[in-house]
């Protein structure tokens, strides 16, 4: 509960300061967000199953966001950051189709 | 990247499995805060800040947010995309040449055309005309001029190089000259002793007569004056005319342009 008013916090936050994404953080601000969304995901169908712990969706958050950053930043500093930052945008979009279909038969059983 | 999901243990049975997650996702939206919840809540947060704030830099996106790679694509994607509108513009351009010069050659034709419609109109009657030129008073109280004596007059006059013509009787009707036009005795004669008179285009003039006349004053008048001229005529005649040169002579009677009711200009005709 508490973390879905925190998201929707942050949304509204994000509508009314307006604020501008610095240069340094713009390649990698999507990447992490994508990350950020699957650590969401896992989080949320390790709660349905019962073994959500807040410490792990802490850690694995930060993790997924501070590897997305260093693989992009890695990339772009090989000169394949496009095909990097493609190639995780993939995987994270593979991982999150995969949580939220586990999250669809849990709640379902479809 | 980290795998915080574990596979879930040996599922149990659908129903029990069905409603302990239901269970699970209604106990986790009850308020209720425990303080290890905050630290997922505030990375929520942070997470719909990033979210909105990206959204909303793409949706503003400008360049500087691109790598080399998708700018160098971008700069060729331009570069091909301005040659392209740079020949367009060419092309339209060489268009626009065209049909401006051809309006040019249009506006001049008309503009010759109009000249040509002014001089005809003058030299047909249809309009006024304005220039230098002489007024010719005719009186006879007499009555020995006759339209012989007038159209010889007005001969001189064109041979002298009169452009436009005017004939009126001194404060009358005016009938202005033009290549048709004729001069009649009036049917039933001219009394002795009384003023002249004379139909021109079916309009009858009485003594004393006047011509204007544009063209060039001293041709005009020389013409008029040459021994055995016009005006010697009207001298033996016992009638008497006078010359009046004037810098402007203004010819304002018109006539209406006839339309040929069988002839119609030729196609071929020589422009």
Known sequence: MIAAIGLVLGIVAGLFLEPTVPTWLQPYLPIAVVAALDAVFGGLRALLDGIFDDRVFVVSFIANVLVAALIVYLGDQLGVGTQLSTGVVVVLGIRIFSNAAAIRRQLFRA | ?271
Request: charged share 25%.
């Open chain 2, 1 to 271: 990247m980290s795998d915080d999901t574990p596979a879930p243990a040996a599922p149990p049975p659908a129903k029990t499995a069905q409603r302990t997650s239901w269970q699970q996702l209604r106990s986790a939206l009850r308020p209720g805060a425990s303080k290890g919840h905050l630290l997922p809540a505030l990375l929520c947060a942070l997470l719909g800040f990033a979210v909105v704030v990206q959204v909303r830099s793409t949706q503003d996106a400008g360049l500087d947010g691109l790598r080399q790679t998708d700018l160098v694509r971008i700069l060729d994607d331009v570069t091909e995309r301005s040659d392209r509108l740079s020949t367009e513009a060419r092309d339209l351009e060489d268009t626009r040449a065209r049909v401006t010069g051809g309006t040019d050659g249009t506006r001049a034709a008309l503009e010759e055309a109009r000249e040509r419609s002014r001089v005809l109109g003058i030299l047909a009657g249809t309009l006024p005309a304005v220039g230098p030129g002489i007024e010719l008073t005719i009186s006879d109280p007499e009555g020995n001029v006759g339209s012989d004596v007038l159209l010889d007059t007005l001969q001189e006059l064109r041979d002298a190089g009169a452009e436009a013509v005017e004939i009126s009787s001194l404060d009358g009707p005016a009938v202005r000259v033009v290549a048709s036009t004729s001069f009649v005795d009036p049917a039933e004669g001219v009394e002795e002793g009384q003023p002249s008179r004379v139909v021109v285009d079916g309009t009858e003039l009485t003594s004393p007569y006047r011509f204007r006349v544009i063209g060039d004053s001293r041709t005009l008048a020389a013409a008029l004056d040459i021994p055995g001229g016009v005006l010697d005529v009207l001298a033996q005649s016992e009638a008497q005319g006078v010359v009046d040169p004037s810098d402007e002579v203004t010819i304002a009677s018109l006539r209406a342009a006839p339309s040929p009711r069988y002839a119609r200009p030729a196609t071929d005709a020589p422009d």
